[in-house]
């Protein structure tokens, strides 16, 4: 899998990071919502520059020209419900794409230690085939990599897509490292940074805390 961290070149992207990560500007629903879906825009403007385009003609009303036209059937894949701004980002840019929903949420394992021993359990899958398609996969938050790796799971039996590629605002190495060593070599990972760690609940340090909670409110 070819990582592709965009934190690494200074670009309008870090403004976006700083705004969701502050523990005070992350406080208003609104922007923190906006904010994902920028840095989805951000990162699905970077990952078209790898995809396939052909040249096409069209003609204006004065006379006739050509554009480079994407060349690609793309699925877009998200994670709910923290994946939701991320992939209204995404679907700004490639508004032609189909859609897949999974839902994905941690269950505890057991009683013993309820918030450091969990599994990831999904529910609901919502796709069209995959075949021959170009897989978007987007979840805000790649923390254990786990999540991704059940989702991925979970809809290798819809087909087997062209390419692979993995958007998300940030994620921790042992993450990235994770899902790294289970998909293709041929995979794309898009990310706003890459955080040294994990603490023993399974949340990026330093992160941002919660997406979801951040996007819609906390939950039960």
Not at 200 to 211: H, M, R, S, T, V
Request: hydrophobic letters at 40%; aromatic letters at 8%.
């Amino acid at each position: 899998m070819t990582i592709h961290n965009l934190s690494q070149t200074n670009s309008i992207l870090n403004h976006y990071l700083y705004q969701i990560r502050d523990e005070t500007i992350q406080k208003d629903r609104m922007k923190f919502r906006r904010n994902i879906e920028r840095i989805g825009e951000i990162l699905s403007y970077e990952m078209s520059k790898s995809l396939d385009f052909k040249s096409r003609k069209f003609k204006t009303p004065l006379s006739t020209s050509s554009f480079n036209k994407m060349n690609e059937n793309i699925v877009i894949g998200s994670i709910l419900r923290a994946g939701v701004p991320l992939h209204n980002g995404v679907l700004n840019y490639f508004d032609e794409a189909d859609n897949a929903f999974v839902s994905a949420f941690r269950k505890k394992s057991s009683d013993s230690n309820p918030e450091e021993d969990f599994e990831i359990v999904i529910e609901y899958l919502a796709s069209p085939s995959l075949e021959g398609k170009t897989l978007v996969l987007v979840d805000p938050m790649l923390a254990t990599g786990l999540s991704m790796i059940n989702v991925f799971k979970a809809l290798e039996r819809l087909g087997n897509p062209k390419s692979i590629h993995v958007l998300s605002v940030i994620g921790a190495q042992p993450g990235v490292d994770l899902i790294q060593d289970y998909l293709p070599e041929n995979a794309h990972l898009w990310i706003g940074a890459i955080d040294e760690k994990l603490n023993q609940k399974g949340y990026i340090i330093p992160g941002l805390g919660d997406a979801g909670d951040l996007a819609y409110g906390q939950k039960l």
